[in-house]
């Protein structure tokens, strides 16, 4: 990093704020990472509501006790339509996040000792202190809109709070622009809606599922992972996009093994043979769309012979897969997937899976698209939030037009100081989320931060971000503190408790406790009028005829719906959309209105370079990102990834089965540590894949560092979704190095 850089270096987070090897806990096993086996835990005698927080479908459960009042295990809440009693691994490996011996323990600031910089340990008040004095220096120079918030977790929403009342509303997380803004967009373009999470697909009652890059099973959508269980046991068609043979595409009736950067053309050919050959629903299209003709003209000349010469499927299996979906219309899905930031065209990707849906008559349909319903629960009485004088627009004038949220690498980019802008970040608040490896580009996310006066960095563990950071403060784990009712759409409304299983470990507390304390010191304490976060939670249950005292025993409440409309479309009754039109936009007047194309448009991506392959990466269904490969429940199931390799590749550079490789991207960034090599036909030749979340660097967390590769540090380049700035991460591509490379080279 160049000498000018280093106003902020990164501190290895030593034992001070972790502690030393925490006591031996009776029912914890740290060799196995596992609760061991004693008769004399096989009954509990006591169980708590709470909702998982190892990945954001927060499942609700019970964190059970056993008769020494310790956590034991977690299991998930019958009455909950997100997991139907039954979590997955990582729900049930939760438990290891709170017995985790390497969590952060205590506040740390940032200080220089005979000009090394490194972190002591503070008391809450002298980090609130510290905090407090520099937030209010930061808007006293530039303004309160200088300070961000990046969260992905439950704590986003009380800090979120406090930035608000400060003066910000630059509250963001890195799922937006680095996950499933495309979608939103997209869909919200085509049916004024977006699609939500969960997502609102009946794959319960469909005939057809088309994953198209989404990987189910992999990714552990629990509800959706139970719902494809059961529609193949009734008999349901799956057909499966992928240039590697998935979980998904091994229980699929079609695998289509397409070239990367492809899956436009398919859409679009897809959509060609469903209106040539007047497979769509002609009722359903009829009324309820607009810009059929437009369509029709558009994709004319998107034949499956002109999609195999670019997609590789032959034009047979395109034909018989979009009869298979039209035979099944409208009880058929094509899903519109999670992570969809791929190349850089990805809002009008998923404005094209829009508009296949539509054409089959699925949205609002049973077997389609349902309409989920949420409770609507009380605001809190508190003061109106100060309207801001700016926001992160500011600094993209007349770009991204159609984001409906803040984008956390946009965000990240107007931290650097560039001319004609009137104000970079200056305050970075970071809660439950590793920048360093969410991101795109490290070392744009590096210098992002040496130009910040301040940093908060809010976890439960020492993950890369937190040795960037002024003060580190540490987060207690799910299992210890209430949160936020959870509160999402579905198809019944329903609401969930979080409850404290047990007191908070070490020196941690909750993201509530955090939140009305820095708001006590910045003047705003009118925002948090409850003295403690139960007396809050069992006012808002009581606005909805329920307790703080009932959702202990429940854990979760259902409701009825408002109105039968589950289904809305069903029966083709009389309904208007909330776009332009009032019907479902094949072509989009949303989109040209701001000068977007408004039917979507195939266009070539970059190939490899020659010996160079395309990176894709993905999920494993017993972690989550980069945050649980410490876990030593997890870690037990899965300790590091492994690059999967086609065997005619591995031919070609002689390569064998766990032969240790380095991977080096077209930038020659050479990743830190070896990964291992998996010889595999379920990989096409000109990409290679490896799970993401590996490859750790801080060794305070010692179970995950240097285990497999960091796909992160290789993820250089990016394309800039136009529509709504999504960063298209598929874009890189890597070779392989058989030796060691010189140490400091890349």
Not at 489 to 505: F, M, N
Not at 619 to 630: C, E, G, L, V
Request: hydrophobic share 35%; proline share 6%; charged share 25%.
């Amino acid at each position: 990093m160049p000498k000018t850089l280093n106003r902020r270096d990164f501190i290895r987070i030593s034992s001070l704020g972790l502690g030393g090897l925490a006591a031996a806990n009776p029912i914890f096993d740290w060799l196995s990472g596992s609760v061991m086996a004693n008769e004399s835990l096989q009954e509990t005698i006591k169980r708590i509501p709470t909702y998982c927080e190892v990945c954001f479908w927060k499942c609700a459960g019970w964190a059970h006790l056993n008769d020494k009042g310790d956590i034991w295990k977690l299991t998930g809440n019958d009455d909950d339509p997100h997991c139907n009693g039954r979590l997955c691994p990582r729900g049930t490996g939760g438990v290891g996040m709170y017995y985790d011996d390497d969590r952060l323990k205590t506040p740390l600031i940032r200080t220089e000792v005979d000009g090394k910089q490194i972190f002591k340990e503070a008391s809450w008040n002298e980090a609130f202190d510290f905090i407090a004095k520099k937030m209010k220096k930061i808007a006293d120079e530039h303004g309160p809109e200088c300070i961000a918030l990046f969260s992905h977790g439950s704590g986003g929403k009380h800090f979120g709070r406090m930035l608000k009342a400060f003066g910000s509303q630059n509250i963001t997380a890195p799922s937006y622009a680095q996950c499933r803004g495309p979608r939103e967009v997209g869909f919200f373009a085509t049916y004024g809606e977006g699609i939500g999470s969960p997502e609102r697909v009946d794959i319960r009652d469909t005939d057809c599922l088309v994953l198209i890059g989404s990987h189910i099973g992999e990714n552990m959508h629990n509800g959706q992972v139970q719902e494809m269980s059961d529609a193949i046991d009734k008999g349901s068609t799956i057909i499966t996009v992928d240039p590697r043979f998935s979980t998904a595409a091994s229980k699929s009736k079609h695998w289509l093994p397409i070239k990367p950067s492809t899956d436009m053309a398919l859409l679009l050919s897809w959509i060609h043979v469903i209106i040539n050959n007047e497979w769509y629903d002609k009722k359903y299209v009829d009324k309820y769309t607009f810009g059929l003709d437009e369509l029709k003209e558009h994709v004319k000349s998107y034949t499956p012979e002109w999609a195999y010469g670019i997609t590789t499927i032959k034009p047979h299996v395109i034909r018989k897969t979009a009869k298979e979906m039209a035979n099944a219309a409208p009880s058929v899905i094509i899903h519109p997937g999670r992570h969809v930031t791929w190349y850089g065209d990805d809002t009008q990707r998923l404005r094209a899976v829009a508009i296949l849906n539509a054409l089959l008559g699925s949205w609002g349909r049973r077997g389609g698209f349902y309409n989920p319903e949420k409770k609507k629960v009380a605001k809190l009485n508190i003061p109106r939030f100060p309207k801001p004088q700016k926001t992160w627009r500011d600094a993209f004038p007349g770009k991204f037009k159609l984001a409906g949220l803040a984008l956390a690498s946009g965000i990240c980019d107007a931290t650097i100081p560039a001319a004609g802008r009137d104000c970079s970040f200056k305050g970075w608040i970071v809660n439950g989320t590793n920048l360093i490896s969410t991101l795109p580009n490290q070392a744009n996310t590096i210098e992002a931060i040496q130009n910040l006066d301040l940093m908060v960095a809010i976890d439960t563990m020492p993950m890369e971000i937190t040795g960037y950071a002024d003060v580190v403060l540490p987060e207690c784990t799910y299992l210890e503190r209430y949160d936020n009712l959870r509160i999402s759409g579905h198809r019944e409304p329903t609401i969930a408790l979080r409850a404290p299983a047990a007191e908070p470990k070490y020196n941690s507390k909750s993201a509530w406790w955090m939140a009305k304390e820095l708001s006590n010191r910045l003047g705003l304490g009118d925002y948090f009028p409850f003295e403690e976060e139960e007396e809050e939670l069992d006012w808002q249950l009581k606005q909805v005829g329920s307790s703080l005292e009932e959702m202990k025993k429940i854990g979760v409440k259902k409701y009825n719906r408002q109105y039968d409309d589950l289904y809305p479309l069903e029966g083709l009754p009389d309904y208007e959309f909330n776009t332009n039109s009032g019907k479902i936009e094949l072509y989009s007047t949303a989109m040209e209105d701001e000068g977007y194309d408004p039917l979507p448009k195939y266009t070539a991506h970059e190939e490899p370079p020659t010996d160079f392959y395309r990176l894709i990466y993905g999920r494993a269904p017993m972690h989550t990102f980069s945050r649980t490969a410490n876990n030593p429940n997890l870690t037990d199931l899965m300790d590091e990834n492994k690059v999967w390799v086609n065997p005619k590749v591995a031919k070609e550079w002689g390569l064998k089965n766990n032969q240790e490789v380095w991977l080096e991207n077209q930038d020659g960034v050479v990743t830190s540590f070896p990964i291992k090599v998996r010889v595999t036909e379920r990989i096409r030749w000109d990409s290679v894949y490896m799970v993401h979340g590996f490859g750790h660097t801080d060794k305070r967390m010692s179970r995950a560092y240097g285990k497999g590769a960091s796909d992160s540090e290789l993820i250089t380049r990016t394309k800039v979704d136009p529509v709504m700035g999504g960063t298209g991460m598929r874009v890189n591509f890597v070779t392989f190095l058989t030796e060691a490379p010189t140490k400091g080279a890349a």
